[in-house]
């Protein structure tokens, strides 16, 4: 007969670790999807915890004995989840909003579609860019970086380790404004397009008054646009990958102001 014996402490410490992975679930790519079940994602972070769990269960500290020391503690645990995955969130929200500008300027912007995601209606420039950013995500293997990061997180921050500083905040706040810098990088090429092709029927509207331009400048945009579209896939590409790379970093620097 085989026995099993399991401490109060071990519990405690397998259930910080289930929830620090739980809250970036709920946030990372792919899994924060509504449409995943909820049983779907705790089954993956209490496999993942027990993985981990071996690794860090020697170097785990004390367990507080106060109900409150350990609820502080769980919120702590939950709190990193949702920075890490936040972070990584950031970054796609960037690209999406890229596409957000670039149907407005192509004049889709009352073609929306629902994103699974979010729930919410999106355009579908916006989408394209969504999904294109996942395909990259995944053929690159970017996942396993968030995995990295996972366990970079217990063993720079182990459980109960957090200490909160200005300096976390400040650099969310950094990484919020990247937002508007990837969303003009990736829709600059697009953006700036349109303008000269708005430029443009504007110059043709005055020469040639018998033209409907506002017949002609709607299907013109979107034929314009999907062509530049098509055109900047490569460099969407490349973008994404030095992005991916960067985030690595960033998500490093975060656990080190949180340390």
Do not use: C, W
């Amino acid at each position: 007969m085989v026995t099993i014996n399991v401490s109060l402490v071990q519990i405690q410490a397998m259930m910080l670790i289930f929830l620090r992975i739980l809250a970036l679930l709920f946030y990372m790519p792919l899994f924060e999807n509504r449409q995943v079940p909820l049983a779907f994602k705790a089954g993956l972070a209490m496999t993942m915890s027990f993985l981990l769990f071996p690794r860090i269960g020697p170097t785990l500290p004390a367990m507080p004995h106060t109900p409150l020391a350990f609820g502080l503690g769980v919120a702590g645990e939950v709190l990193i989840g949702i920075t890490l995955g936040l972070a990584v969130r950031l970054f796609f929200t960037g690209i999406q909003l890229a596409g957000q500008l670039a149907g407005f300027q192509m004049s889709l912007t009352v073609a929306n579609i629902l994103d699974p995601i979010s729930n919410s209606q999106i355009s579908i420039i916006a989408e394209i860019n969504n999904l294109v950013t996942m395909l990259v995500f995944l053929i690159i293997n970017a996942h396993h970086m968030l995995i990295l990061a996972l366990m970079e997180s217990f063993r720079s921050l182990p459980p109960l380790g957090m200490s909160i500083s200005q300096g976390v905040g400040e650099y969310m706040l950094q990484l919020a404004g990247g937002i508007f810098v990837a969303a003009l990088q990736v829709g600059a090429p697009l953006i700036v397009t349109m303008m000269i092709t708005s430029v443009a029927l504007g110059l043709m509207a005055r020469t040639v008054p018998q033209m409907n331009v506002f017949l002609v400048a709607m299907p013109a945009k979107i034929l314009v646009g999907f062509i530049v579209m098509a055109m900047s896939i490569p460099y969407l590409i490349t973008y994404l990958k030095l992005g991916f790379a960067q985030l690595y970093q960033q998500l490093f620097q975060l656990l080190r102001l949180m340390e």
